[in-house]
């Protein structure tokens, strides 16, 4: 008891310091400062008067969004005396293989850079930087020769280094039991049971209302899809995060989806953060990165070759463009197990006061990267605010897909969690695949590593990641994927 007094009190005081460094709080200590040229503030009541106040204005309401946010994103408190690595990644051996990959990345990335004589970063000439501007709304049409570009790595890069990954206190598969050695992880993390997710995800239940489902059914409407819409409105009228959350575990009807994804990730567009884009986009005209290129080659692979993608090209670019050069991203890695790379100034190679985090956001794009904004791009025609939903949508669920640990949503436990599954409910499939030399993960794994992007239809895509924000987690997808295999 005592402890989780201790855990509550940390959380409140790192969610309450986190907030003091926001927008918000500047906006709430004006709003406290208008409340008190009211008559109906008193002295004598005012701590009571000005919360009254917040509550009549709608204050009090943004500021649960905020703290619920928080709340959904913040990790659990860890020891006051546990290191600051803990927190990014509680296991040794994880943190080792996440570094010895980020140097293989890195490698990979400076290897490019020599080989073609192209700097890591440069000034665009003014000429280059009018013709930019001029062409941002059209950087589709563009054909830059990218032929000497080739991505990073790839999702089956990714996975060889997931199933070479090792526990080094278990010896020979030491306590493993025998289910483990016949998937390709070979790690021992604690994954859901069947019924656990049968009580986790309780609302996809067969006897629980889905739209996507019982919509597309020979069941009324009136039954089930009329009234999750007004309750859908209802919730949207009450501006409450919490309340969205829960109620798109259902899934979220078409005409409200964007705006309750927005409301769940607590994204507003004020004009603050219009000019934030803008600060962006002028980074993005004034210089030239290597990884620009890497964007352009992606989208070109992936996205612009996709029947339901390709008409977002331009925004794709956009977004991601302006993408790398946020440095708010930087602030996930408190707790993702990767760090941001760095880059050095020339001839100051390993000093730190020379250092720079490049790209500037700490994320060198991938192959398949792009294709984790080209849904939204459905829901969402204004660039700025496209932009803020796939930022949320990355530094709360998306980086777990490209990164070594040992996070419940992380995705080695998602593939350990498939593969359990499986061969455990499934296992004449899983044993005929072994058998025939195709390993169910190696099918799979690049669906999962895009959160099933570009591999199902996107009404199907945007009803899945409904269910990802409902639950906040990533669960989902290996759950979905035994059914899809």
Not at 124 to 150: A, I, Y
Not at 159 to 172: A, D, G, K, S, T
Not at 417 to 422: G, S, V, Y
Request: charged fraction near 20%; include cysteine; charge should be negative.
């Amino acid at each position: 008891m005592l402890q989780e007094e201790e855990d509550l009190s940390l959380t409140i005081a790192q969610i309450v310091q986190k907030l003091k460094g926001s927008r918000l709080y500047a906006q709430l200590e004006r709003q406290a400062w208008v409340s008190l040229q009211k008559p109906e503030i008193k002295l004598e009541t005012l701590k009571e008067d000005i919360k009254e106040f917040f509550r009549i204005t709608g204050w009090e309401k943004k500021l649960h969004n905020a703290v619920y946010s928080e709340l959904t994103v913040f990790p659990l408190p860890r020891h006051p005396a546990a290191p600051p690595e803990h927190l990014k990644e509680p296991l040794v051996y994880m943190r080792k293989a996440q570094g010895s990959w980020e140097k293989r990345i890195l490698k990979s990335l400076n290897s490019m850079c020599t080989e073609l004589s192209i700097p890591l970063a440069r000034k665009r000439p003014v000429v280059e930087q009018k013709e930019l501007l001029n062409k941002w709304n059209e950087m589709g049409t563009d054909e830059p020769d990218l032929s000497l570009f080739r991505p990073v790595y790839a999702p089956k890069d990714f996975l060889e280094v997931l199933i070479n990954l090792r526990n080094p206190n278990y010896e020979n598969g030491e306590h493993l039991n025998f289910k483990t050695h016949l998937g390709l992880i070979q790690v021992p993390l604690k994954v859901k049971y069947i019924s656990e997710l049968k009580e986790f995800f309780v609302e996809l239940s067969l006897n629980t209302g889905q739209l996507g489902i019982d919509d597309a059914t020979q069941v009324p409407p009136e039954l089930f899809e009329n009234e999750h819409v007004r309750l859908g409105q209802k919730v949207l009228a009450e501006q409450d995060s919490a309340a969205a959350q829960q109620y798109i575990r259902q899934g979220s009807p078409t005409a409200l989806r964007a705006e309750l994804w927005a409301l769940i990730l607590n994204v507003s567009n004020q004009p603050e953060d219009l000019l934030y884009y803008e600060q962006l986009k002028s980074n993005v005209i004034q210089h030239d990165l290597l990884v620009d290129s890497l964007i352009y080659k992606d989208v070109k692979l992936t996205a612009s070759n996709d029947d339901y993608y390709f008409v977002f090209e331009d925004y794709l670019y956009q977004v991601l463009l302006c993408f790398s050069r946020d440095t708010a991203v930087l602030g996930h890695f408190a707790y993702n197990s990767a760090s941001p790379p760095k880059s050095y100034i020339r001839g100051k190679l390993g000093m730190e006061d020379y250092a720079v985090f490049y790209p500037p956001n700490g994320v060198i794009p991938f192959h398949g990267f792009s294709m984790y904004v080209a849904p939204l791009c459905f829901l969402y025609h204004e660039p700025s605010k496209l932009y803020q939903i796939f930022r949320e949508m990355y530094v709360r669920f998306f980086f777990r897909l490209h990164s070594i640990s040992s996070h419940h949503s992380g995705i080695v436990s998602l593939c350990l969690l498939f593969e359990t599954l499986l061969q455990t409910h499934l296992p004449q499939l899983f044993y005929h695949l072994r058998e025939i030399g195709a390993q169910p993960l190696r099918i799979s794994f690049k669906w999962m590593v895009r959160a099933f992007s570009g591999y199902l239809a996107t009404d199907q895509l945007l009803l899945l990641w409904d269910r990802i924000l409902g639950y906040n987690s990533l669960e989902i997808l290996a759950v979905l994927r035994p059914r899809v295999a």
